[in-house]
């Protein structure tokens, strides 16, 4: 079961809920509040941890390559995972599309950049080498949705860096 569709058929609470030991409470203004339980023990793996994503909405992705640097605005949506391991998030029309190859995401770290004007709040993917694979970054209208809260969520269930399982 996927998180969205466990987030789906969880029971949804108001802000003012109770506590449910090995729950984590999640809201945002698409889909309101629910107790999303945190799963097994131990280290997500990599597929999980992009499920998670889907909930923070559109975020700014970010490559930066040796020769260029490609900046764009889409989400963790549509996930879907491939025999090779490769991983894929798309918009319903499929004009934006966003290609991950899972084995060579190591770790990911939870980023708080303060700047003159806005404070960011970034994912960012890791390899072994800990160069940044994909940077995510909320949008300005995240925190309109419930994004920023998700983040801090998600920040405070994993630790500011995550190792995946599997991963060396």
Do not use: Y
């Amino acid at each position: 079961m996927t998180a969205v569709q466990l987030l789906l058929t969880a029971v949804f609470v108001p802000a003012h809920s109770f506590v449910v030991p090995g729950a984590a409470r999640v809201c945002t203004r698409r889909i309101g509040c629910a107790l999303v339980a945190s799963g097994a023990a131990g280290p997500p793996s990599v597929k999980r941890f992009i499920e998670d994503l889907e909930l923070l909405g559109d975020v700014r992705l970010v490559v930066v390559g040796s020769g260029a640097i490609l900046e764009t605005v889409g989400s963790f949506e549509r996930l879907r995972v491939n025999d090779k391991q490769l991983a894929t998030v798309s918009s319903s029309d499929n004009s934006f599309e966003c290609h991950i190859k899972l084995a060579e995401v190591r770790k990911a770290a939870f980023v708080i950049k303060d700047g003159k004007e806005k404070t960011l709040h970034i994912i960012r993917l890791l390899a072994d080498d800990e160069s940044t694979l994909l940077s995510a970054i909320l949008t300005d209208q995240s925190d309109d949705e419930g994004a920023v809260d998700f983040w801090m969520n998600l920040r405070e269930r994993f630790g500011e860096v995550v190792e995946f399982a599997g991963a060396s």
